[in-house]
Structure formats: structure tokens, C-alpha cells
């Protein structure tokens, strides 16, 4: 059996995530470990284990994001939840998830995707409240100063117009090509000081 581009992506985001959390858990235990033997936690020890805990929800949040994902794997609200504070922790932007119920992951890949655009668009802080009403998910985002960039929005909504994106951009190539894969479209509102994503 074959697989398409983008199953291939997921399978080596898979493995990246897959092989980097093993390592990144090891540091987070000797650093416990180290504590626990009752010796000062230091400014230096504390910068690397706030370091350790960024890396890991990164981790966790790529696992996501660029990893394999079918529809029948769900995700349940509570895991969703603590991946987004944890990686808020890292950064200005704040994410408030709506959904009660599980949903399955490779709708939240999608919105992980979407969330890593609205960080693009966000370097000065803002918040994205995060919906989902009969199956059709809602990502408003609004912030006191946003980063221009409309080829990158006019291209989420139009691939084929899509403009030259660097590695750091990759998820707005990848957003509306696994949403097509989903049978999703996805459209973007945007002003001065909010953009709304919908898929």
C-alpha cells in the first residue's frame, strides 16, 4: 500500500516526536532526581528545567500538530487543555478551548496547525478562543498588535496562491492540505486587530 505526501509528513513527524521524548523525559527525571537529593535549586538548574518543560510541551504539541492522526483516534478535553497551558508557558499567546466532548485528532491536528499561524501572527501576545458547533470549528484570535503577513492568510484560503513560506511558516502549507484531505475548506476573516480562522 502507498502513501501520499502528506501521510509521509506525519509519519516523520511521528518519528521525530517519537525520538526525541525519550530523551527529553530522561533530563526531566535527572533534573527530579537532583532536586529530590535535597541540593539548591539554583538559577542555572532552574533555567534548564524550565527549558526541559518547554521542550517537552513542544514535544507534545508537535506529537500533535505533525504527527499521524486517524479519525478514530479521540482526544479528550483534559489532554487538550494541559498541552495548550504548558505551551502558553512559552509564549504571550493564550488559548481558550471551547469543546467539552473528545474529538478526534485529526480534527485537532488541524486546529494545532491553526493555532501555530495565529502564534506567527501574534509576536507581541493575544488569545484565540477556539469553538466547535455541528462539526465546524471556529478559531478567533485578537490581539492589541498583529504581524502583517496576508500572503500567508490569502494562501490558507487559496493554496494555488499560496506564497514562498520558510521552514518556520511550514504549517501554513500544511493547514489547508490536511484540511482538504478532510474534506474542509478553510476560510479566513481577518482586521487590524483579530483574524478568524473556520474549517
Not at 37 to 57: H, K, T
Not at 72 to 91: N, P, S, W, Y
Not at 132 to 160: F, I, M, N, V, Y
Not at 161 to 187: K, M
Amino acid at each position: 500500500m502507498g502513501h501520499n505526501r502528506n501521510n509521509l509528513t506525519a509519519l516523520i513527524g511521528s518519528r521525530i516526536c517519537h525520538d526525541l521524548i525519550s530523551p527529553i523525559g530522561a533530563i526531566s527525571n535527572g533534573l527530579e532526581l537532583m532536586h529530590m537529593s535535597g541540593g539548591p535549586l539554583g538559577a542555572e538548574m532552574a533555567l534548564i528545567n524550565d527549558s526541559v518543560q518547554s521542550a517537552n510541551a513542544r514535544i507534545r504539541f508537535f506529537r500533535v500538530a505533525y504527527g499521524l492522526a486517524t479519525a478514530q483516534q479521540m482526544v479528550v478535553r483534559a489532554e487538550i487543555v494541559g498541552i495548550l497551558q504548558d505551551v502558553a508557558q512559552g509564549t504571550r499567546v493564550r488559548f481558550h478551548w471551547g469543546p467539552l466532548d473528545p474529538v478526534p485528532r485529526t480534527e485537532v491536528r488541524l486546529v494545532f496547525l491553526a493555532i501555530q499561524c495565529f502564534e506567527t501572527a501574534m509576536p507581541y501576545g493575544g488569545q484565540v478562543m477556539i469553538t466547535r458547533e455541528h462539526g465546524r470549528w471556529t478559531l478567533d484570535g485578537q490581539a492589541d498588535k498583529l504581524r502583517p503577513c496576508p500572503d500567508l492568510w490569502r494562501g490558507l484560503a487559496s493554496p494555488d496562491s499560496a506564497a514562498e513560506i520558510s521552514p518556520s511558516e511550514v504549517q501554513f502549507a500544511l493547514l489547508p492540505l490536511l484540511a482538504q484531505d478532510e474534506g474542509r475548506h478553510v476560510t479566513v476573516t481577518d482586521s487590524p486587530t483579530g483574524i478568524m480562522i473556520q474549517f
